[in-house]
């Protein structure tokens, strides 16, 4: 049986940048009864914060909540009060070379946005954020932006010359996630597994950028059973179906419901 229930955070728990709706926050509080879970994502601290935590219950069941922020470049775990495990930080030169390397390759590519919400670039400790329209964009315009990717891709074919020595990843509706070298969602899976102590194969990862260049894809590679979805509401259907694998008549009824996105065999293999 599986232990730990991994999510992406941003178009797979909440909308980009969004707090998690009603639903979703009991949902998941739901899960936490009954299984390890973590959120693993690119965004800070403070948007965990904002985005998930503030919408669940403030009680012990946050004891089986691990949150991964920039990519799993830091961990942190419940004890009473959220304790910070570790934070992989650059050192100000890596910073000031990355942030060079941004303008640049921004500049370059020609896709300065004519109006921006908030700063485009955001040191997160740990990694590097470029956000086209600025951190506090509306969802709306994010969403058109570059729906195609061909902006970030671009971009990140430049970034990838400037500043090799990085890992660049494209991230969320609008942005581009800079980091040290290897880390990705399979680095924050492989801390996972280290610190809790459970194995690849007792794992579930659920994104919705689990294709070939998603942000969410090296966590399949990385060998963990992976559930993609196309937003929240779907995400909202797997985790109903993994609590429903806990009652035997329960998941018979899951399971059989037209359109099922989760066969029951997932949650069997070890």
């Not at 459970?198 to 689990?210: P, T």
Request: net charge negative; charged share 25%.
């Amino acid at each position: 049986m599986k232990r730990l229930i991994v999510f992406d955070l941003d178009g797979t728990l909440a909308a980009s940048k969004s707090a998690l709706d009603a639903e979703m926050a009991s949902l998941l509080h739901d899960l936490l009864r009954v299984v390890k879970v973590a959120v693993i994502s690119g965004g800070a601290w403070q948007q965990f914060e904002k985005q998930v935590l503030s919408q669940l219950p403030h009680d012990t069941s946050l004891a089986q909540l691990c949150i991964l922020p920039a990519c799993g470049t830091q961990f942190f775990q419940y004890t009473g009060a959220w304790e910070k495990l570790y934070s992989d930080d650059f050192t100000a030169d890596e910073k000031e070379k990355i942030v060079s390397a941004l303008n640049k390759a921004i500049g370059t590519a020609g896709f300065n946005a004519e109006k921006t919400w908030g700063e485009a670039i955001e040191d997160r400790g740990s990694q590097i954020t470029y956000s086209a329209l600025g951190q506090q964009a509306p969802l709306e315009e994010k969403m058109k932006w570059d729906a195609d990717f061909a902006k970030r891709t671009k971009i990140k074919a430049i970034l990838d010359i400037l500043i090799p020595d990085f890992s660049v990843r494209i991230g969320g509706a609008t942005s581009i996630d800079i980091t040290k070298p290897g880390i990705d969602k399979a680095y924050g899976i492989g801390k996972l597994r280290d610190i809790l102590g459970i194995s690849l194969q007792e794992m579930i990862y659920v994104g919705d950028a689990l294709f070939p260049g998603g942000n969410d894809y090296p966590a399949e590679q990385a060998g963990v059973i992976s559930i993609p979805v196309r937003g929240p509401d779907e995400t909202k259907r797997v985790v109903e179906a993994i609590l429903a694998c806990l009652d035997p008549d329960q998941q018979m009824r899951i399971f059989e419901m037209p359109g099922a996105i989760v066969s029951p065999a997932v949650f069997e293999q070890n």
